[in-house]
């Protein structure tokens, strides 16, 4: 029976070493959103990722934009209080001034 790029044509690129490799890919991005886990509180992005600067790509790709997604969320999920507690225990450096405000303003 000839399927001419259906599904059997579909399955045979799928072979064990492609196999392979997309299982790799999906326990690598696994891993990433583990490491993004829902603390309460959570660490403000300059201490969980301390090597990586504000403008940094890596807050737009990757592990750190999967930080960056769930920290904006979780922030902005907290009530003005709470907000202000957090931002008072854990104060932005000068290099990352203005998250809290942005947060607050544009949501997560």
């Known amino acids: 029976m000839t399927d001419k790029g ?3 044509a579909r399955w045979k690129i799928i072979d064990g070493a492609q196999l392979d490799a997309l299982r790799d ?3 690598a991005a696994a891993e990433r959103y583990r490491q993004c886990g829902h603390a309460d509180p959570q660490r403000p992005p300059w201490m969980q990722f301390p090597d990586l600067e504000p403008d940094s790509l890596g807050w737009r ?5 999967t930080y960056l997604i769930a920290f904006r969320r979780w922030y902005a999920a907290l009530d003005a209080g709470a907000q202000q507690d957090y931002s008072a225990q854990f104060p932005a ?3 990352w001034s203005g998250l809290y405000e942005s947060i607050v303003k ?3």
Request: glycine letters at 30%.
């Open 6 to 8: 259906g599904l059997q």
């Open 25 to 27: 890919r999906f326990d």
């Open 61 to 65: 790709m990757g592990t750190g934009e």
């Open 93 to 95: 450096p000068p290099e």
């Open 106 to 108: 544009w949501g997560g």
